[in-house]
């Protein structure tokens, strides 16, 4: 009798708890070996603690946090998505957690991943938005900042470890401090060819020898001579996508490099005017 409620007990608490599937395979395993009685009563009390641990409440946002969310909302318009609607200030929508396009920490409340993409947004993006210290993840592709500077203070979010502002109509010099973020695996700031961003030498990559992606597409790149010595500084990239970026034609002693990133795979150099020495460099390349 014992054993028949037990295994419906299971069998109904598997339903309800598919990921504690480990925990009850054990529970079985002890059921082997101790009286199904007292197994019951454990099996009882372990249900007791997970509804318990899912009725408690999840954590909010970190207050700075929201406060620094509201500050950029305040600073943007557009917004042609609604993805700002519920970024309010009332108590219902208080939880910066609940918000469309802002993803929590579930144990902390600290804000680690914003997604504005494609949002036809335009304006003026707040320095606040460095409070957002743990923020890793940054999407701001397809809106249209009117070929605004890409904010400086954005070097400041240390633990950015994918920032994408593709197509987002930034423009100017791309900022140096940019080589602060150590962290960085992936990084987009390509556009579709009408923005203005240009950079004149490649110094704030050499400190990301973690990064993994960087497409610089249509960003204006003839002033720097010295491009292919700064990619080489990058032993574990995969993507690189500098198409149309003016690269000017790399100097003998530069392209008789060997190509330092062994993990390399995708490499587009297309719409450049760049000359036969460039194939030595891209012998070990998987993909061109």
Not at 152 to 163: A, E, K, P, V, Y
Request: aromatic share 10%; glycine share 6%; charged share 15%.
């Amino acid at each position: 009798m014992y054993f028949i409620s037990f295994a419906c007990m299971l069998t109904f608490v598997l339903y309800i708890f598919p990921k504690e599937f480990p925990l009850f395979v054990l529970i079985i395993t002890v059921a082997n070996m101790v009286e199904a009685r007292c197994c019951f009563k454990l099996l009882y009390a372990i249900i007791v603690v997970l509804l318990l641990h899912m009725s408690s409440p999840c954590v909010g946002c970190s207050e700075r946090d929201r406060q620094a969310l509201l500050a950029l909302k305040q600073g943007l318009v557009g917004d042609d998505g609604d993805r700002l609607l519920s970024w309010g200030r009332d108590a219902q929508n208080k939880d910066c957690c609940q918000w469309d396009g802002v993803y929590c920490n579930n144990q902390t409340g600290h804000v680690v991943k914003l997604d504005l993409g494609d949002q036809s947004l335009q304006g003026k993006i707040s320095p606040k938005l460095v409070h957002l210290q743990h923020l890793e993840y940054f999407y701001l592709s397809f809106n249209n900042f009117n070929w605004s500077k890409i904010p400086d203070f954005i070097g400041s979010m240390s633990n950015l470890r994918h920032l994408d502002l593709s197509s987002a109509n930034f423009g100017g010099e791309i900022p140096y401090q940019l080589e602060n973020l150590t962290h960085l695996q992936y990084l987009d700031l390509s556009s579709n060819g009408y923005s203005i961003i240009h950079a004149k030498n490649l110094n704030w990559l050499p400190n990301r020898s973690g990064l993994k992606h960087l497409d610089l597409t249509y960003t204006n790149l003839s002033d720097v001579v010295g491009w292919l010595e700064a990619v080489n500084t990058l032993p574990k990239l995969r993507n690189l996508i500098l198409m149309g970026c003016k690269l000017p034609r790399p100097i003998i002693s530069s392209a008789s490099l060997m190509n330092s990133s062994n993990s390399l795979v995708h490499v587009d150099l297309s719409q450049n005017n760049l000359n036969s020495s460039i194939f030595q460099w891209l012998s070990g390349t998987r993909t061109m």
